[in-house]
């Protein structure tokens, strides 16, 4: 058997600053979910994605489409890297324990990063459909609806 390779763990990653507070929160676990949590003003999780609501149409289309490319990436790599682990155990292929686990905790991340972009894409669609909803979501927040956003 072979031995593990070193794998940089999230905090020991090169060139990857600690987001301040990020290991207290339970809302801000993937770079994805950190990078929501601060466009919705850093105050926890808000109900369908309230930070977006402001957004004009446009924007809102061209966000649930590009979420839902980026959902549909998630899961593709997520299915690849499935499908390399399949044969390379159909195969004898020697795994180390700490590899087959950084595996898992990486497919594990790949698939909550896709349910998460599916999510975002799915209530930026729903504003679309309904301005009004968009509308209340954005004055609650303190927004003036589209006017909010250049």
Same mark, same amino acid.
Do not use: K
């Given at each position: 058997?072979?031995?593990?390779?070193?794998?940089?763990?999230?905090?020991?990653?090169?060139?990857?600053? @600690?987001?301040?507070?990020?290991?207290?929160? @339970?809302?801000?676990?993937?770079?994805?979910?950190?990078?929501?949590?601060?466009?919705?003003?850093?105050?926890? @999780?808000?109900?369908?994605?309230?930070?977006?609501?402001?957004?004009?149409?446009?924007?809102?289309?061209?966000?649930?489409?590009?979420?839902?490319?980026?959902?549909?990436?998630?899961?593709?790599?997520?299915?690849l890297?499935?499908?390399?682990?399949?044969a390379?155990?159909?195969?004898?292929?020697?795994?180390?324990?700490?590899?087959?686990?950084?595996?898992?905790?990486?497919?594990a991340?790949?698939?909550?990063?896709h349910?998460?972009?599916?999510?975002?894409?799915?209530?930026?669609?729903?504003?679309?459909?309904?301005?009004?909803?968009?509308?209340?979501m954005?004055?609650?927040?303190?927004?003036t609806?589209?006017?909010?956003?250049?």
């Amino acid at each position: 058997m072979r031995e593990a390779l070193p794998h940089p763990r999230p905090h020991d990653t090169p060139g990857a600053a @600690p987001v301040p507070g990020a290991a207290a929160s @339970p809302f801000a676990q993937t770079a994805l979910q950190r990078l929501v949590h601060l466009l919705q003003g850093g105050e926890g @999780p808000a109900l369908a994605d309230a930070g977006i609501a402001r957004l004009p149409p446009a924007r809102l289309e061209a966000l649930s489409r590009h979420a839902l490319e980026e959902s549909d990436t998630c899961l593709e790599r997520a299915e690849l890297m499935l499908r390399l682990v399949e044969a390379g155990l159909e195969h004898d292929v020697a795994v180390v324990a700490d590899d087959m686990l950084c595996i898992a905790r990486h497919i594990a991340r790949l698939l909550r990063d896709h349910r998460r972009w599916r999510e975002l894409a799915g209530n930026a669609a729903y504003y679309l459909d309904h301005p009004e909803a968009a509308t209340r979501m954005a004055a609650a927040r303190g927004g003036t609806g589209e006017a909010a956003v250049p």
